[in-house]
């Protein structure tokens, strides 16, 4: 995967703490609701759901009706799309860095 193929939406997503945080969360708890969640964060159950919005708008998360809320899970293929991109930009960011050592080590070595 190319770093150009990113999804700029999805990694707005996961790009927030509390978000983060929400998603090990619902994973570790296989699923849960505004409710639950916002009594493990430091964010009201309104925030909780506008997040939990968010999560679901990019595919991360996905609801069904319980009672008068929403149950959430995760939806562990498009976390494993989002974890395939992290890498994708993690490798390409490990290989510009490494030929900026090598550029910098060249230049040292020339002034040396």
Known sequence: MSVTAIDDELWSAVGDPIRRQMLDLLLAENGGTATTLS???????QAVAKHLGVLDRV????????????????????????????????????????????????????QG
Do not use: C, F, M, N
């Open 39 to 45: 009594e493990h964060l430091p964010v009201t159950r």
């Open 59 to 110: 595919g991360l998360v996905h609801a069904r009706p319980l009672g008068r809320e929403r149950r959430y899970e995760v939806d562990e293929a498009q976390l494993a799309r989002a974890v395939a991109q992290l890498t994708s930009v993690g490798a390409a960011w490990d290989a510009r860095l490494h030929r900026i050592k090598r550029i910098a080590e060249a230049i040292q070595r020339g």
